[in-house]
């Protein structure tokens, strides 16, 4: 979805029969230049993202972006990102080009692996983990983000167990961001126009019946 000069939706997870269900949401910015564009939203199901496999043990599906001549079905970004959910065999490695000027990390959906070349811990910050009991073996497992510094080629290698993860990258904007709640703007006079447009009503400037699957309750404007 992109929310462009305004969108309401609504999210309706069904979940598990015992209510429980995990999710990985992915909000990308848009530049100041298309703050303002027509919403526009896409419905993607699981039988419509293809595979590939990269190397022996490792496979991902592409979201977005193109991996081979293959290409993901959410199209059209303006970042021009890559989502990939990538998985590593034990004892295997990848080894996969980012372009030049875009962001790139990962996030550690189960198993473990080395995000990092050289294994050295010591070579970066670690946020959110007291530093005397991080584990310095530089594994990373479920629940860990790895942002990673600007290069032609991310490498991640397992050991005795398999990795799986979201490999994400997206062009560097380098713009102001002023956010409040579900709406990102650059400065903060534009968020307050948001919020009254939206007190006042005009917050809505298309008819929802050419925005498919557009409903109320939540706004997002990244």
């Excluded at 811990?121 to 530089?138: L, S, W």
């Amino acid at each position: 979805m992109t929310a462009g000069n305004g969108i309401i939706h609504q999210e309706m997870p069904k979940g598990q029969t015992d209510g429980l269900m995990w999710g990985f949401q992915l909000w990308a910015n848009l530049p100041a230049s298309h703050k303002m564009m027509d919403p526009r939203y896409q419905d993607v199901t699981s039988n419509e993202i293809p595979e590939v496999t990269l190397d022996k043990g490792v496979r991902a599906k592409i979201i977005s972006g193109v991996v081979q001549g293959v290409k993901g079905p959410v199209q059209d970004i303006v970042i021009d990102p890559e989502y990939l959910d990538v998985s590593v065999a034990a004892e295997s490695s990848l080894s996969h080009p980012v372009k030049r000027g875009h962001t790139a990390f990962a996030y550690v959906v189960e198993g473990q692996g080395y995000f990092d070349v050289e294994r050295d811990a010591y070579a970066y910050e670690v946020e959110g983990a007291n530093y005397f009991d991080f584990k310095r073996e530089c594994l990373m497992d479920a629940g860990h983000v790895i942002i990673f510094d600007e290069g032609d080629d991310v490498v991640i290698t397992t050991g005795e167990k398999p990795v799986r993860f979201f490999l994400v990258s997206g062009k560097t904007i380098k713009e102001p961001v002023a956010w409040y709640g579900p709406i990102v703007m650059n400065i903060q006079e534009e968020l307050r126009i948001a919020f009254e447009e939206y007190q006042n009503g005009t917050f809505i400037k298309h008819n929802s019946s050419s925005i498919r699957g557009s409903r109320a309750l939540e706004l997002d404007n990244f």
